[in-house]
T-cell receptor, first 112, second 114 residues
Framework: GQQVMQIPQYQHVQEGEDFTTYCNSSTTLSNIQWYKQRPGGHPVFLIQLVKSGEVKKQKRLTFQFGEAKKNSSLHITATQTTDVGTYFCAGAVYNQGGKLIFGQGTELSVKP | NAGVTQTPKFQVLKTGQSMTLQCAQDMNHNSMYWYRQDPGMGLRLIYYSASEGTTDKGEVPNGYNVSRLNKREFSLRLESAAPSQTSVYFC?????????????FGQGTRLTVV
């Protein structure tokens, strides 16, 4: 079945360092979404990518969707303590009626 | 705006007991989902419903049943709870078009089976 793999599982950085998490799907995706979950909270939507090769930016966050629509990445420039949390990618496949599969997540900790 | 409401927030069950987790959304979304979250495993899809009257299995459906009661409500039932079902359960909803729109999550239900 469809699988979405995400690495690394954990990342510890010093405040001001950059951070990247990678997402790979076993099947071609129709679109990919990214979510952030703060400790003790629920996932909150960040962004959606739909087009092959698409790049989107939100302030210090840069999201990319691969040309083959099977991989994606989230890059945070100059991390801040407010970036702490777990980042998830979630992929949907064409003709699967809205089935949304999440990666395992990358837990980011930021040391001040 | 309530968004997605899950009840209960916390529950402790004994092995073999049954219970139903309730979920309701007020955004008129077609698609609804149940996920479980375990440490290191991310969010795993249990069941989803693309529209009222339809349900489909996700990645880990064994031991669960669902009911899409109407467009607003999507419940998850554990018929005979097992310790392996100790987890945090999230309900979510989204709109479904050419591709999914953003999913809105409930606050979660923390379930412990002893």
């Amino acid at each position: 079945g469809q699988q979405v793999m995400q690495i690394p599982q954990y990342q510890h950085v010093q405040e001001g360092e950059d951070f990247t998490t990678y997402c790979n799907s076993s099947t071609t995706l129709s679109n990919i979404q990214w979510y952030k979950q703060r400790p003790g909270g629920h996932p909150v939507f960040l962004i959606q990518l739909v087009k092959s090769g698409e790049v989107k930016k939100q302030k210090r966050l840069t999201f990319q969707f691969g040309e083959a629509k099977k991989n994606s990445s989230l890059h945070i420039t100059a991390t801040q303590t407010t970036d702490v949390g777990t980042y998830f990618c979630a992929g949907a496949v064409y003709n699967q009626g809205g089935k949304l599969i999440f990666g395992q997540g990358t837990e980011l900790s930021v040391k001040p | 705006n309530a968004g997605v409401t899950q009840t209960p927030k916390f529950q402790v069950l004994k092995t073999g007991q049954s219970m139903t987790l309730q979920c309701a959304q007020d955004m008129n979304h077609n698609s609804m989902y149940w996920y479980r979250q375990d440490p290191g495993m991310g969010l795993r899809l249990i069941y989803y419903s693309a529209s009222e009257g339809t349900t489909d299995k996700g990645e880990v459906p064994n031991g669960y049943n669902v009911s899409r009661l109407n467009k607003r409500e999507f419940s998850l039932r554990l018929e005979s709870a097992a310790p392996s079902q100790t987890s945090v359960y999230f309900c979510a909803s989204s709109e479904l078009g050419p591709w999914n729109t953003e999913a809105f999550f409930g606050q979660g239900t923390r379930l412990t089976v002893v």
